[in-house]
């Protein structure tokens, strides 16, 4: 079974800290991804990677930066946490962009920035 | 842009009967594939059914069935026999073929099957 981790399941904040959200995939996934859900809002995509060391913007972008050394790792980094970001945030990992691969997803981490 | 609707925030059905959960899409694409996916409470968020938009025939997966109707950009979601385990958030979404597996979400429908 394709397992998805993510570091923390929840995590508090301050604001201005840098926060490091990591994820891990074990199936040799080329795509990872990152969301962050909010109510009523449903998933929207931060950035994406379809590659070591490629990452794309994806929505919303802005106040997020995103690090993959590793294939099976894609970091998400809040530089200067802020309370708007407060949210449950999504890693997801797909096999190929070339079709309609089926998405993976980890458990989310809850973060709350106070 | 590619965006996606549901309209329905909350639903609930009884044990056992059949519910349809709506969703809309809009797009200028023609090649696309459509997804739903179920977020149990505290749980991780799992693919129910995959739609290829140059299939014609409707998606089944045991219980969930979709209404695929591509002229009007909608596709539902039908379960059958609603069993207590299917209570979660559910999200509909889309795919552009040749965006990089980018999948764009709707806002979710909140499901509680009740005994």
């Known amino acids: 079974d394709v397992k998805v981790t993510q570091s923390s399941r929840y995590l508090v904040k301050r604001t201005g800290e840098k926060v490091f959200l990591e994820c891990v995939q074990d199936?040799?996934?080329?795509?990872m991804f990152w969301y962050r859900q909010d109510p009523g809002l449903g998933l929207r995509l931060i950035y994406f990677?379809?590659?070591?060391?490629?990452?794309e913007k994806g929505d919303i972008p802005e106040g997020y930066s995103v690090s993959r050394e590793k294939k099976e790792r894609f970091s998400l980094i809040l530089e200067s946490a802020s309370t708007n970001q407060t949210s449950m945030y999504l890693c997801?990992?797909?096999?190929?962009?070339?079709?309609?691969?089926?998405?993976?997803f980890g458990p989310g981490t809850r973060l709350t920035v106070l | 842009a590619q965006t996606v609707t549901q309209s329905q925030p909350e639903m609930s059905v009884q044990e056992a009967e059949t519910v349809t959960l709506s969703c809309t899409y809009d797009?200028?694409?023609?090649?696309?594939?459509l997804f739903w996916y179920k977020q149990p409470p505290s749980r991780q968020m799992i693919l129910v059914i995959r739609?290829?938009?140059?299939?014609?025939q409707n998606a089944t997966e045991n219980r969930f069935s979709v209404n695929f109707q591509k002229a009007a950009k909608s596709f539902s979601l039908k379960i059958s026999d609603s069993q207590l385990g299917d209570t979660a958030m559910y999200f509909c979404?889309?795919?552009?073929?040749?965006?990089?597996?980018?999948?764009?979400f709707g806002q979710g429908t909140e499901l509680s099957v009740k005994p």
């Open positions: 990677s379809y590659d070591v060391k490629m990452k």
């Open positions: 199936m040799d996934h080329e795509n």
């Open positions: 797009t200028s694409e023609n090649n696309y594939y």
């Open positions: 979404a889309f795919m552009n073929q040749n965006q990089g597996g980018k999948l764009i």
């Open positions: 739609q290829e938009a140059y299939k014609q």
């Open positions: 997801a990992s797909s096999l190929s962009s070339g079709r309609a691969s089926e998405q993976f």
